[in-house]
């Protein structure tokens, strides 16, 4: 059964951080990209950094030059390093692996910025 299994949520300060990491099954095979979501209460989910088996990288404007995407192809993991966290950065965070046939959704893990 193919399973996302997401880690790293919790609660901090402003300013703070924290490193969620994701990782997918060993079933998933020829995966292209793998990334974070976020969703806000009352808001849409929305993306927050993809990055390709090739490397390339893509970040929303909000998180650019604070949050860090990497990933570890051989163990089908993905990292997401958030620094000088907001506030507004308070959501639920959501893996997401797309292959050639599909995508998969991890459960999501918490994230709570308040002082």
């Known amino acids: 059964q193919v399973q996302l299994v997401e880690s790293g949520g919790g609660l901090v300060q402003p300013g703070g951080s924290l490193r969620l990491s994701c990782a997918a099954s060993k079933s998933i095979f020829s995966i292209y990209k793998m990334g974070w979501f976020r969703q806000a209460p009352g808001n849409q989910r929305e993306l927050v950094a993809t990055?390709?088996?090739?490397?390339?990288?893509n970040y929303a404007d909000s998180v650019k030059g604070r949050f860090t995407i990497s990933r570890d192809n051989a163990q089908n993991t993905v990292f997401l390093q958030m620094n000088n966290l907001k506030p507004e950065d308070t959501a639920v965070y959501y893996c997401?692996?797309?292959?050639?046939?599909?995508?998969?959704w991890g459960q999501g893990t918490h994230v709570t910025v308040s002082s």
């Open positions: 990055i390709s088996t090739g490397g390339t990288i």
């Open positions: 997401e692996v797309t292959t050639a046939l599909q995508e998969y």
